[in-house]
């Protein structure tokens, strides 16, 4: 069975970073793309970074472009984002999510196209 699981979220001041992690069991990494989504309190989930199977290409949100970096090690079977400078917006529960295939970065799939999704890791951000 395909699972998904972060790890990383965590309570930090306006300004620190955090780096969440992917790890997938039951099935090899390098099948998927996986996407991050967020979903801050009291709003609908929103799409964060997405990072294609093969060759690596990503999307990010504007709200995040130049603060936040994906990335994937598929020998080591997880997808990290890496998040700086937060902000207390950034506060949200933060999930990943997979999808067989290649994605189109320019044109990201929406979150109903994706077939995995972890359990969500908490990111607070205080000022």
């Known amino acids: 069975q395909v699972q998904f699981v972060e790890s990383g979220g965590d309570s930090v001041r306006t300004g620190d970073s955090l780096r969440l992690s992917c790890e997938a069991s039951?099935?090899?990494?390098?099948?998927?793309?996986v996407g991050w989504f967020r979903q801050p309190p009291g709003k609908e989930r929103e799409m964060v970074s997405c990072?294609?199977?093969?060759?690596?290409?990503?999307f990010y949100a504007d709200s995040v472009k130049g603060r936040f970096t994906i990335s994937r090690d598929d020998a080591k079977n997880t997808v990290y984002l890496q998040m700086n400078s937060l902000k207390p917006e950034d506060t949200a529960v933060y999930y990943c999510?997979?999808?067989?295939?290649?994605?189109?970065?320019?044109?990201?799939?929406?979150?109903?196209?994706?077939?995995?999704w972890g359990q969500g890791t908490q990111v607070t951000v205080s000022s």
């Open positions: 999510a997979a999808r067989l295939g290649l994605v189109r970065v320019r044109d990201p799939p929406p979150e109903t196209e994706y077939d995995y």
């Open positions: 039951g099935s090899i990494l390098e099948q998927f793309s």
């Open positions: 990072i294609t199977m093969s060759d690596g290409k990503s």
